[in-house]
């Protein structure tokens, strides 16, 4: 396990210095098969190929998730992400107004499951590079 490389780049990710698709290589280079990210609990758990896991508590304040799951707004956060239009401070704000409490993140799986505080759910396949 990279412990400094993950941690880096965790902290990357939420001070919006790096894109989605840079967070994504950096991870896979450190051996991050998955990811979880826990709003309510505020961190974020990384799952390594060989079997370990680390967890780094998260710096930005995810404020109040919403109690109805909006999936159009998350659609749309996602969307602008993607277009790097936002970075992960704002997609964090809009996400947690749109009722996601938590999302896993399935880096050699290419897709990310959000979810709501109901156990609704918003499967996103990765963009075609």
């Known amino acids: 396990m990279n412990k400094q490389r993950i941690q880096e780049a965790a902290l990357a990710t939420q001070q ?15 051996g991050v098969e998955s990811y ?10 990384h799952y ?5 896991t680390l967890t780094v508590p998260m710096i ?3 404020g109040p998730i ?10 749309a956060a996602i969307r602008d992400a993607q277009a790097d239009t936002v970075r992960y ?6 996400s947690t107004a749109a009722g996601v409490i938590g999302y896993w993140a399935f880096l050699t799986g290419r897709r990310v499951i959000y979810f709501g505080r109901k156990g609704q759910q918003h499967i996103e396949e ?4």
């Open 16 to 30: 919006g210095t790096m894109t989605f698709p840079q967070v994504v290589q950096r991870l896979l280079v450190a």
């Open 60 to 62: 930005l304040e995810p």
């Open 66 to 75: 919403a109690e109805e799951f909006d999936e159009a707004a998350l659609v």
């Open 126 to 129: 990765f963009p075609k590079t």
């Open 48 to 52: 390594l190929a060989d079997g370990t």
């Open 36 to 45: 979880l990210v826990d709003f309510a609990a505020a961190q974020k758990t």
């Open 89 to 94: 401070p704002e997609f964090v704000k809009r």
